[in-house]
């Protein structure tokens, strides 16, 4: 069955938002027969800006809906479930057999058509009737939700649901559940301001005691005294953000940094009382010398000997520009491609073509895809005592063998590159360099949060996909300053993922060939992965797989 024939347009003569839900959960390969029993549970903070707001405004609703078999459901920015309330078992025992309890994701593209997902697609309130749930597990209810919003940052902070077994909500219930809403973006409001306050004493009496750098990181603000300004980038005061999305529970914490200039530095965060997810932030540039990243060392650093160099590392971090940046002039660069698409034979000229000079040097590139009659032609070039300077590109060389591994051994100087999502300090400076290559115009330029959004994301495609995502944004500006929702979708969230496991690793892999065989069709990918629908959009949310 093509996918075009999958699409499911919605209830009949429904209403156009409901038919939009229903193709989008269609297109998005929900199962309108799931039971949905395998929903992964995410973890929730329960000292978040919106369940301290918004509990005392639930309680006061919960406790008026009694005996009317109502239920309450509560959903962050990421559409999480973080509070519920059920008025009957049945209710609960429902939504239990659901899988929807607390840190549960309830997007659409997980369970079809909802009172919290329909909600974070359309940005407004939605009521949904229960024939006009995409799955029919979901058909016994009825629902209402409706956005709640930050008042200054106008930031949809999370969704309020009130759900009852039916076959409709209720026509007092929008105007009920508006009135809550409202209070509770009165309390994010009078919150932030308290916060902020806490944050600003905090900020003030740190920096009268220290002549340093000082910054103040809060959910929605950053302060910085002179010295902060004199010393961090743009690009370092987002790096800092991110880190100060996990501040020490109490207490203080200390970490090394590199700053934007290639000077290294110690950066101790400091939880604020009374100010949610607010740090303090003390920098301090290290006495005993720079710190530098593999892009800042110069081929003079290297000892001037004739054996070979090794530049290793996954695709596409970098490896092939940082053996030329150390390649001495003039340079001839042999890459394995070569080989795989004229033959040995051509690939074997060259390389012999290359060795008769005795200045400049010799790059070869993917020494880990080179046959073994061209590993060994190799071998013995870097064995002759007179020859340019070899340099030998890699994976990992963990991950060499045979006579890849034999000639890496006779490598004495290596470098070998980590992926990109291991170089958060590097990330802003990258991709402002990036920008000035692609960009219309000088006066583009990422805002602090375009910054911190692509500071805070793994990006396993490495230096290709950080290019792919700047080109991207950089297409949507033709001047003045590049936001966060101005990239892709997916490179928006501003909270770091964790490191994936090997295991881990090779799962994501495996699913991302899956989906591109099935040219997108979660379906198709699904079938052939042996999963159910829900286990692969669970492992996609998880394994943090785009698309």
């Not at 892709?488 to 690793?505: C, D, H, I």
Request: proline fraction near 5%; glycine fraction near 10%.
């Amino acid at each position: 069955m093509s996918q075009a024939a999958e699409i499911d347009e919605g209830p009949p003569g429904g209403r156009a938002e409901i038919a939009a839900s229903w193709r989008r959960a269609s297109l998005a390969g929900v199962d309108r027969r799931d039971s949905f029993e395998r929903l992964t549970p995410g973890d929730i903070d329960p000292r978040s800006s919106l369940l301290v707001g918004a509990a005392p405004v639930l309680d006061q609703l919960e406790s008026s809906l009694v005996g009317t078999g109502y239920a309450t459901l509560l959903g962050d920015r990421e559409c999480r479930i973080v509070r519920r309330w059920f008025d009957e078992p049945r209710t609960r025992d429902g939504f239990d057999a659901l899988s929807f309890r607390e840190g549960a994701s309830l997007l659409e593209e997980a369970v079809g058509t909802n009172g919290l997902g329909t909600v974070f697609e359309t940005r407004h309130p939605v009521a949904i009737n229960g024939p006009e749930h995409f799955a029919e597990s979901l058909r016994r209810f009825s629902c209402y939700g409706h956005p709640i919003r930050h008042p200054l940052t106008r930031r949809i902070e999370g969704v309020l649901d009130i759900s009852i077994v039916g076959d409709t909500a209720g026509s007092l219930v929008p105007a009920l559940i508006a009135r809550a809403v409202l209070d509770i973006e009165q309390r994010l409001l009078d919150g932030s301001r308290f916060s902020e306050k806490s944050l600003l004493a905090a900020f003030q009496t740190a920096s009268g005691r220290s002549r340093g750098a000082v910054l103040a990181v809060g959910e929605d603000i950053v302060m910085c005294n002179q010295a902060a300004s004199d010393l961090l980038s743009s690009s370092d005061i987002a790096l800092l953000q991110v880190l100060a999305d996990d501040p020490p529970t109490s207490g203080t914490s200390t970490l090394r940094l590199n700053l934007d200039a290639g000077r290294a530095a110690n950066v101790t965060v400091t939880r604020v009382a009374g100010a949610r997810r607010g740090v303090l932030l003390h920098v301090v540039p290290r006495s005993d010398g720079p710190h530098l990243t593999p892009s800042a060392i110069s081929t003079s650093q290297f000892p001037r000997v004739r054996a070979p160099i090794l530049i290793s590392g996954q695709p596409g971090t970098g490896r092939s520009t940082r053996a030329r940046e150390l390649a001495p002039l003039p340079t001839r660069v042999l890459r394995a491609a070569t080989a795989l698409l004229e033959g040995d034979v051509a690939w074997a000229k060259a390389f012999e073509a290359g060795m008769r000079h005795t200045e400049g040097s010799v790059v070869v590139d993917g020494i880990d895809l080179l046959s073994d009659e061209l590993l060994d032609l190799v071998i013995e070039g870097v064995d002759r005592s007179v020859r340019p300077q070899v340099i030998l590109v890699s994976a990992p060389i963990d991950s060499l063998s045979g006579r890849a591994a034999m000639l890496a051994g006779a490598a004495t100087v290596r470098e070998e590159l980590p992926p990109l999502g291991a170089r958060r300090d590097e990330i802003s400076d990258l991709a402002a360099s990036m920008l000035r290559d692609v960009a219309a115009s000088g006066s583009v330029h990422l805002t602090p949060g375009a910054m911190h959004a692509l500071a805070a994301h793994s990006w396993p495609g490495n230096l290709r996909e950080l290019k792919a995502v700047v080109t991207h944004a950089a297409a949507r500006r033709s001047t003045g300053g590049i936001a966060a929702g101005d990239l892709p979708e997916g490179y928006r969230t501003t909270t770091p993922g964790r490191a994936l496991s090997p295991l881990e690793r090779a799962e994501r892999d495996a699913i991302r060939v899956a989906l591109r065989a099935a040219d997108g069709n979660k379906v198709r990918a699904a079938r052939e992965l042996g999963l159910s629908r829900t286990t692969l959009y669970a492992r996609i949310r998880q394994l943090r797989i785009d698309g």
